[in-house]
């Protein structure tokens, strides 16, 4: 059996979160040198915030929604600012898992720097993303249509969720 979830009320009996700084901190001692009133969370190798909670890891992202709500949410939890390490209650939303992802900039491995866009011989090709299914936005003549091709049919698409770049 997988390792369960902690009970959202554990979780607000383990940490006191900080509104204007969006942290984590300990209620209560834990092993390891971990005091009450520390700082809970360390960076993972993805930028977020990760805290162990009895031998399992946890998004502390994740762990201040589900403090503030009183329940797992059912999909992801967004950065609207996609600061991971800003986790304040106003720059965390629900989001599906292709929302999540519409709502990331360009990859880091894309050579134009500009989301959806590739060179394609001398023109550039718009691709977009939806319920994980590619669609083919057309081919340009320049970086800038295609941009703008992309741009459009991400505010369409995925609404507030849209990112450009």
Known sequence: MANPRIDPL??????????SSGKLFWRVSQGGGVKAGDEAGC???KGYLRVQIKGRMYLVHVVVMTIFDRAWPEHDVDHWDRDTLNNRLPNLRHATR???CASTGAMKTNKLGVKGVCRDR????????????KVHLGTRA???EAAADYWNAAQ???GEFARAA
Do not use: C
């Open 98 to 100: 292709s929302q999540n």
């Open 43 to 45: 960076m993972n190798a």
């Open 10 to 19: 554990e979780l607000r009996r383990l940490f006191r979160y900080s509104p």
């Open 122 to 133: 001398n023109r550039y090709k718009a691709t977009i993303m939806k319920d994980g299914k």
């Open 142 to 144: 320049t970086i800038d």
């Open 156 to 158: 369409r698409l995925h």
